[in-house]
């Protein structure tokens, strides 16, 4: 605010200046002329206040941006957000930057409060962007870049990578779930805890497919065996509102549509399209990953 | 069949507005609203398994494709194409096929009539 009022009021006074100088060299006495273009008055007015001015503007504005990014309070949450081919690693951090837990493609925010993220890529060049949160900040492989955001009122934000990732940059997309402090603890009391064991004979079978099909080998359900990294962690993947990076509600139909046919809804994905099933098979695979709330 | 119905009756076939067509009159969904089941066709996704004309993105290869569903004799290859049984299969169609791929949906009652009001627009 003082930089704007400052900015603004030094501008005028500058061009008024100017402009009075303009009338006195065309207008003006042959005297004062004289003293216009006196080699001692363009060294000064030409080349030291110029010089004197800017670079002071200069340590000002740095001076605050320094506090426009560090604004002295610790952030409320600390989330690792990798970009790649073709969705958002999610890992929630403590203070001394060990994960959490691990989510994909939707993050979970308290409003009025900071949220610091890290923003990494293990393969291409990505851009994290949730337009209604803050700027877009490059995420490149092999540096980390940072962002803090600060969003005020709670509801669902869109999010989408910015910068072209590869055949399906336009099915990345993520949500911010922007909620109170108390619902933010909530979900972040149920996202700690292992998943939750199958309640019927359908999900049961469900788990048992989700062994013998080999989908352990890219996705974690902590609490089982399974702990691939290849693809995003699915422990409360029932409590995800949408499936493919944001590309689909989720449901149960969604599930078994993209288990089935991840191939064709987003071609060149690293997940396979499971037709091998049987339909009765499909729908327990289903069920089972639905009921991961 | 009384005198008052013939006349329309004769009207129509005359004029040839109510053309009996394969799935016209006996598979109107009176009570469903086909707007509102085109809106429950996109929240739910039905396009994620299957190509539905009048739905943006719906170009799913997992079960088939519903262009002309007006027309169908089958749902799901398996019971003749009629309202009742129609709404019963989009919410819950392992419970008249077991052997489906087709999941449970999440879709009440009312839900259910609204697509399959839609459906029946699909001529």
Redesign the interface.
């Known amino acids: 605010m003082d930089l704007t009022w400052v900015m603004t009021l030094g501008a005028a006074i500058i061009l008024i200046v100017v402009m009075m100088l303009v009338l006195v060299a065309v207008r003006g006495p042959a005297g004062l002329r004289g003293v216009i273009a006196s080699r001692s008055m363009i060294i000064a007015g030409g080349v030291a206040f110029p010089v004197v001015v800017l670079t002071a503007l200069l340590a000002w504005g740095l001076a605050i941006a320094r506090d426009i990014r560090v604004s002295g309070q610790e952030p409320a949450v600390r989330i690792e957000v990798s970009g790649e081919q073709w969705w958002w690693r999610v890992t929630y951090l403590d203070s001394a930057q060990r994960p959490l837990f691990v989510t994909g493609n939707e993050i979970h925010l308290p409003a009025g409060s900071e949220a610091a993220f890290s923003l990494v890529s293990p393969d291409v060049i990505h851009s994290f962007w949730i337009p209604s949160l803050g700027g877009k900040m490059d995420m490149i492989p092999g540096r980390t870049n940072s962002l803090v955001v600060r969003p005020e009122r709670p509801g669902v934000y869109r999010g989408q990578c910015a910068e072209f990732c590869g055949a399906q940059h336009a099915l990345m997309s993520l949500i911010a779930v922007v909620e109170t402090p108390d619902d933010f603890a909530a979900w972040m009391a149920n996202q700690m805890r292992p998943a939750r064991a199958p309640e019927t004979a359908e999900q049961e079978l469900g788990m048992q497919l989700f062994g013998e099909n080999g989908c352990g080998a890219c996705h974690t359900i902590r609490g089982t065996e399974w702990n691939g990294t290849v693809g995003p962690d699915l422990t409360h993947v029932g409590s995800r509102k949408t499936l493919g990076a944001a590309t689909f509600p989720n449901n149960r139909g969604t599930l078994a549509g993209w288990i089935s046919s991840a191939q064709h809804l987003k071609p060149g994905n690293k997940m396979p399209s499971f037709d091998r099933l049987t339909g009765v098979e499909l729908r327990a695979l289903a069920a089972y990953l639905e009921a991961l709330k | 069949m009384t005198p008052a119905c013939l006349l329309p009756a004769f009207l129509s076939v005359f004029f040839g507005v109510c053309q009996e067509q394969p799935g016209d009159p006996a598979r109107r969904v009176v009570e469903g609203d086909a707007m509102a089941g085109r809106a429950a066709i996109m929240?739910?996704?039905?396009g994620?398994?299957h190509v539905i004309p009048g739905i943006a993105g719906a170009r799913?290869?997992?079960g088939p494709s519903l262009e002309h569903f007006a027309q169908r004799s089958f749902i799901g290859g398996v019971v003749p194409n009629r309202p009742a049984v129609l709404a019963r299969w989009v919410r819950n169609a392992?419970s008249i096929a077991?052997?489906?791929?087709?999941?449970?949906?999440?879709l009440n009652d009312d839900e259910a009539l609204d697509i399959a009001a839609y459906l029946y627009t699909l001529r």
Not at chain 2, 43 to 46: I, L, M, N, Y
Not at chain 2, 98 to 106: G, V
């Open positions: 929240e739910v996704s039905c994620v398994c799913g290869a997992v392992p077991p052997d489906t791929a087709m999941p449970q949906l999440p």
